[in-house]
């Protein structure tokens, strides 16, 4: 057996123990959401300075050339900016059990703070209210919680960096066109590269396209399909259905600052023991306002109640 198929199967395994404890359906998603935009971008030795010439259009190389162009300023916008900002969450989502969420967040440097404003267009309660800002309350008295909750999402994100290194090989690109301003590249999977893992598998089996801003080379717009099934143990373990898909959407708002303004996903399957696996989401923000760099969980909680 090869080392790649010996690492295959020792993550089929520990999917297996994910999905007995319930947990399948987060780990796949996350391979998907937070492992697709980057990892599609990837490309090794990329070097590009993300303010110079910002403002000026950059003759447009291969493929390959933007997306190392583009994962480059991604990367370095990811590593060295620490701008925080205020804004309105409209949300549908598994998280919201299938009610539409209309929630104030204000980013601070160990999570994000959520004030729930209004379900299904309308006002809350003031029982909810007051509940709601009991909650709040309860994370000014004691962030612990709060904070050790936002290391755990911390620490996924370094393990979707990590995944980065060993996807870098995993897509082809057809040729950038241009496409209402921004320059349109598809993207399908490289049948020369081998999977490692079951993340890498389910991402691998992706096609799709990414819009690029030409003139600061970052990325606005990616979306991601299934074309067929992707079976995990021979479809024993997991199955995700083709027609699973993601798309996220990113406007500019200043100099560096690029947001996620969409995301839509609608992941659907199977796990061990035919358990069902569903994630739709559909999120749209919106009101960006700066706040201070150093702001704390107590000031973002006053911000959110503002």
Known sequence: MTRSNTSLKRAESRVAESCAAGSCAAKIVWAIAASVLCALLVWPDARVNASAEADAPQRPGSAS???????????????????????????????????????????????????????????LSAERMAQERGRLAAIVADPSAFVKRAQTIK????????????????????DAREEGGFLCIDFRPNPEYETR???ERVLHAMTGTMLI?????????????????????????????????FSTTRDRLG???????????????????????????HSEHSNFVRVPDDVTVAQAVAIAED
Do not use: C
Request: charged residues 25%; proline residues 3%.
């Open 255 to 281: 100099e560096p600052d690029f947001k996620t303004t969409q995301l839509d996903t609608d992941i659907n399957g199977r796990a061990i023991f035919f358990k069902s696996i569903a994630k739709k989401q």
């Open 65 to 123: 050339q933007i997306v190392a162009a583009v994962v480059s300023n991604e990367l370095v916008d990811t590593q060295n900016n620490r701008d925080h900002y205020a804004y309105f969450s409209v949300e549908r989502s598994d998280r919201t059990g299938g009610h539409l969420w209309m929630e104030k967040v204000v980013e601070t440097s160990v999570g994000k703070v959520r004030m729930l404003r209004e379900e299904d267009g309308q006002p």
């Open 213 to 245: 801003d030409p003139q600061r080379m970052r990325l606005h717009h990616i979306e991601a399909r299934l074309p067929t099934d992707v079976n995990i143990g021979f479809g024993l373990l997991a199955t995700i259905r083709a027609g699973s898909n």
């Open 197 to 199: 893992s079951i993340e």
């Open 155 to 174: 620490d996924d994100e370094a393990h979707a960096r990590q995944m980065l290194t060993l996807v870098s090989r995993a897509f082809l690109f057809g």
